[in-house]
């Protein structure tokens, strides 16, 4: 049974920076695709990035590129989320999710039902 625990998020002023954390339970964590997700309220849950297996792809919503990194430590069972520059518009639930069919970045990977296993979520709140 896969786990995932997301940690980091909170209150920040717009401009700020947060990084998220995602802790994974499982011995396969370094086999698979990570991606992370955010749903604000009253909206559908939306794509953030995606990460493959060893880190050396990744891929970006058009909203936080240039502003957000995906990264991960296979030796810690972690995946983050770096976001910087941040928007009020960036306020949302963030989730990260585990693609066990998929150890590379496709077009999919941008998909939430192309994910199984889920966590939580964190609330990120960005003030104006």
């Known amino acids: 049974q896969v786990q995932l625990v997301e940690s980091g998020g909170g209150l920040v002023q717009a401009g700020g920076s947060l990084r998220l954390s995602c802790a994974a339970s499982?011995?396969?964590?370094?086999?698979?695709?990570m991606g992370w997700f955010r749903q604000a309220p009253g909206k559908e849950r939306e794509f953030v990035a995606a990460i493959n297996w060893n880190g050396d792809s990744t891929s970006y919503a058009d909203s936080v590129k240039g502003r957000f990194t995906i990264s991960r430590d296979n030796a810690k069972n972690t995946v983050y989320l770096q976001m910087n520059s941040l928007k009020p518009e960036d306020t949302a639930v963030y989730y990260c999710?585990?693609?066990?069919?998929?150890?590379?970045?496709?077009?999919?990977?941008?998909?939430?039902?192309?994910?199984?296993?889920w966590g939580q979520g964190t609330q990120v709140t960005v003030s104006s």
């Open positions: 499982g011995r396969t964590f370094s086999s698979y695709t």
């Open positions: 999710a585990e693609d066990q069919d998929h150890s590379g970045i496709y077009y999919d990977s941008r998909k939430s039902n192309a994910y199984d296993y």
